[in-house]
């Protein structure tokens, strides 16, 4: 284990994609699961709170920390019948290499997917553009080794409830409590295809089954710490075909029922005016026929060869009224995905004076059907205080990217945020949704997790307290210690 001490190795940890900066007081680097353990326990010996860190690619600031930043670089991948274990460390984009020469697939790639870690996805539950059919990364978990301050490192897996409730010590305590208050639990959900507050204790019994891997995921290294992951894959589907529309705001609900409707494996919304305010125009321009303002690409994937069959089942469909472009070639399909993929880098860099897209609302998420009242919530909200925006998104999901143009400085610029925040949340929750759909609650959601649950909070709450009392593990992210 190396300690990093040196002004210059801390101020580059300091920040995530997130505005906060917070500067470290140490950083360890483990290179080993003793190495983890060792490094809670010097952390917890000194009273130093714990950061757990990936690639710093958290927007809700949740990976920077005023303690010990945790690093782990371990990268290894080891393919197995239905399943890849993996260390924490390894790149998103280099477990898909690893999985393609077995032709396996783990489905969940964030937009990040090429600087991202493993680590990362499973503690923030990331998801991506083909949640719409696959879901996200709790999904895939099907078992975990997580270290805990005190106590060491062990698996998660699932188990059959009986034998969960009878876990030793910590586990067999969490599974009563999440057993016992199932109902609060299942009141509380949200009726979405992702969400990423809060803890995801819905997933916890399942078919059976108690599954402590699926409350470790998501709970972005406030529990515990992952040093490896267990991950299901499944055969890559042979062959895709892209479509690509165009529409207005008005007309985004439409377009997205129209082609939701046909079963893809993605459906995404890309605002066209990043592009332009960028000048990088040229990505995009032979997918724009019209001047609206906004593109959706719906993909199909298991198509093989032949894609004609789907094809004419769009232009059979009330899809077709939008006039879609064909993509069938890879080569073409890629390049598309490519430019959709710049959207967030691109927008990271639009400035006006002192004015910056922040974040706070990026992350929303309604019921799939209920994409069209979002759009309305978010449009007026952002008008209403005369806000320029830029809104990207899985329009599939309902998960909205809305950024507006603020200056995130000072008392007044950071009350405006949270007026704004205040607002949007409540209009979300009424729409049935979540506070963040993929990027998690870090420290800038934290305080408006208990609002949206209510009847189980307090049950999260606790779980807080079971498995780290003393709350050194990233305190003030995703849940406030009761």
């Known amino acids: 284990m190396k300690k990093l001490t040196d002004a210059a190795a801390l101020l580059e940890l300091s920040r995530d994609a997130g505005l906060a900066s917070i500067l470290p007081r140490v950083a360890y680097r483990a290179d080993t699961e003793e190495d983890v353990a060792a490094a809670l326990g010097e952390a917890a010996g000194e009273g130093l709170p714990v950061t757990p860190r990936g690639a710093g690619t958290g927007i809700p600031t949740q990976s920077v920390g005023r303690g010990a930043i945790l690093l782990q670089d371990r990268a290894a991948a080891e393919v197995r019948s239905g399943q890849v274990v993996c260390e924490p460390g390894i790149v998103k984009a280099e477990l898909n290499r690893v999985l393609a020469g077995s032709g396996a697939w783990m489905p969940v790639d964030p937009s990040s997917y090429a600087s991202c870690t493993v680590g990362g996805m499973v503690a ?33 897996a699932a188990v059959p409830v009986g034998e969960g409730v009878s876990l030793p010590g910590k586990d067999g305590r969490a599974v009563s409590l999440i057993l016992e208050n199932r ?15 809060g803890y ?14 699926k409350l470790f995921a998501g709970s972005e290294g406030t529990l515990g710490v992952v040093t490896q992951a267990a991950l299901r894959t499944s055969p890559k589907p042979e062959g ?26 993605a459906l995404e919304l890309v605002d066209k005016s990043v592009f332009r305010v960028m000048g990088k125009w040229d ?30 089942e769009v232009a059979e469909s009330r899809a077709a009224s939008f006039d879609p472009m064909v993509l069938s070639s890879g080569s073409e399909i890629a390049q598309a995905w490519d430019a959709r ?19 706070g609302v990026e992350d929303l998420v309604a019921p ?3 994409l069209g009242d979002l759009v309305r919530l978010l449009v007026g909200e952002f008008e209403k205080r005369g806000l320029e925006y830029i809104m990207y998104g899985h329009a599939g999901d309902a998960n909205l990217h809305a950024r507006p143009l603020m200056d995130p400085s000072g008392p007044e610029g950071r009350r405006a945020i949270e007026g704004l925040m ?15 759909g993929e990027h998690g609650d870090g420290m800038l959601r934290a305080k408006f997790v208990e609002r949206q649950y209510p009847k189980s909070y307090w049950i999260m709450q606790e779980l807080k307290q079971l498995y780290d009392p003393r709350g050194l593990l990233n305190p003030g992210v995703k849940v406030v210690s009761a």
Not at 185 to 197: A, G, L, W
Not at 203 to 211: E, L
Not at 342 to 356: C, F, H, N, Y
């Open 124 to 156: 923030n539950n990331s998801s991506g553009v083909r949640t719409v059919k696959y879901g996200s990364t709790v999904d895939y978990v099907e078992g975990l080794r997580v270290a805990v301050v005190g106590e060491g490192v062990s698996a998660k």
């Open 183 to 197: 109902r609060l639990i299942s009141e509380d959900e949200r009726k979405v295809t992702k969400n990423s507050s």
């Open 200 to 213: 995801r204790l819905e997933k916890v019994i399942h078919d059976g089954k108690a599954d402590l891997s």
């Open 240 to 265: 895709r075909l892209l479509f690509v529309v165009e529409a207005s705001i008005e007309g985004l609900g439409g377009a997205a029922s129209a082609f939701r409707g046909l079963g893809p494996s």
């Open 283 to 312: 990505r995009i321009s032979k997918y724009s026929r019209s001047e609206d303002p906004y593109l959706i690409f719906c993909e199909f994937d298991g198509v093989g060869d032949d894609p004609s069959s789907r094809v004419e």
């Open 341 to 359: 993929n710049e959207t967030l880098t691109l927008a990271q860099d639009i400035r006006k004076g002192s004015k910056v897209l922040v974040p």
């Open 368 to 370: 799939p059907e209920r």
């Open 422 to 436: 205040e607002d949007c949340f409540e209009g979300v929750w009424r729409l049935g949704g979540s506070i963040t």
